[in-house]
């Protein structure tokens, strides 16, 4: 048996991110695992869960509207009700908001163009179980690529939001029309966050950056806590 | 029943397609303004009357075809 924690990827019809995910993931330590989207169970071991990036079912209708309906997306939500800790990347991220397990909504970059760079992203809140790796107010340099990464709530919700520490990461400069600048948020409950820049492109300095490996070290250390308490 | 769905960016909302298109038309020499991209969908649903069809249709807007924190809809009937 693994005594590794073990990180559930769900994947999508359109996922693309899903080996990258898999690879950086457990180039910090934990067992990655795959799921099929239309499968209604994740495995039993699962200690934490990735929504990868891509463009699943084509970025029909809304992106992540589709997904978000998957049988997967189902028993994501009762680990997610459980405290399980669910980490949704770019795609992923879309697919929360659209499942109503995160705040907000992304929408389409306002310079209409697909954005692929290196991003100085700023950790806001640094007491999450996605972040306590970093000190707050560090800038990791993550890679964000995406056409849909603005993220939308009217103000009222925002403030709300700020006021909660439920913004996690802002981007240092506007790189996509997101309101306030924000990248990554956190549910209430703390246990759900997304993000649009992608933490598993970044765990290698020869890459670039390994800023990213920062998060998902996190992660996995979540996993690694979520399964001894269910346990 | 036929009807149609027709979905909006909602008021105030940032719409960066209609911007572009509107660009576009103003480059093609129209002097157009207040241009708003949406979608529509068409779609077909037992009921025997109106009311029955609109409030299926209603919660089919709710649960996937809009989302309410960026978009508008509007149900018609009778059109082709």
């Known amino acids: 048996m693994s005594t590794r924690p073990q990180v559930s990827i769900v994947r999508f019809l359109g996922s693309n991110d899903d080996h990258d995910a898999a690879w950086a993931l457990g180039s910090v330590g934990a067992e990655p695992a795959f799921v099929w989207h239309?499968?209604?169970?994740?495995?039993?071991s699962t200690g934490a869960v990735v929504l990868p990036g891509g463009f699943s079912?084509?970025?029909?209708?809304r992106t992540g509207a589709m997904a978000s309906l998957a049988p997967a997306m189902a028993a994501v939500r009762r680990f997610a009700e459980a405290g399980g800790p669910v980490l949704g990347i770019c795609n992923g991220f879309q697919i929360l908001c659209e499942a109503?397990?995160?705040?907000?909504v992304l929408r389409p970059n306002r310079q209409l163009e697909f954005v692929?760079?290196?991003a100085m992203v700023e950790v806001?809140?640094?007491?999450t179980i996605f972040t306590r790796r970093c000190a707050p107010g560090q800038q990791l340099v993550i890679p964000i690529k995406h056409g849909e990464g603005?993220?939308?709530a009217d103000h009222g919700t925002y403030v709300q939001l700020a006021a909660r520490g439920q913004i996690v990461l802002r981007y240092a400069e506007d790189v996509n029309g997101s309101f306030a600048n924000v990248a990554g948020v956190v549910n209430a409950a703390g246990n759900v966050m997304g993000l649009m820049p992608h933490p598993e492109h970044a765990v290698d300095p020869l890459l670039g950056s390994a800023d990213g490996g920062l998060l998902l070290a996190a992660l996995v250390d979540a996993a690694a806590e979520h399964a001894l308490a269910v346990a | 029943m036929r009807a149609t769905v027709l979905v909006r960016p909602k008021a105030g909302i940032l719409d960066p397609q209609g911007?572009?298109?509107?660009?576009?038309l103003r480059k093609l020499g129209f002097d157009v303004s207040g241009v708003r991209v949406g979608r529509v969908v068409d779609l077909e649903v037992e009921a025997d009357d109106e009311d029955t069809a609109r409030a299926q249709i209603e919660k089919m807007c709710h649960e996937l075809l809009a989302n309410p924190l960026i978009e508008s809809f509007e149900v018609r009937f009778g059109e082709s």
Do not use: I, K, M, Q
């Open chain 1, 116 to 118: 692929c760079e290196d």
């Open chain 1, 38 to 44: 239309e499968d209604a169970e994740l495995p039993p």
């Open chain 1, 100 to 104: 109503r397990l995160l705040p907000g």
């Open chain 1, 57 to 61: 079912y084509g970025d029909y209708l």
């Open chain 2, 19 to 24: 911007d572009a298109v509107e660009h576009s």
């Open chain 1, 124 to 127: 806001e809140n640094a007491r």
């Open chain 1, 150 to 152: 603005a993220w939308y």
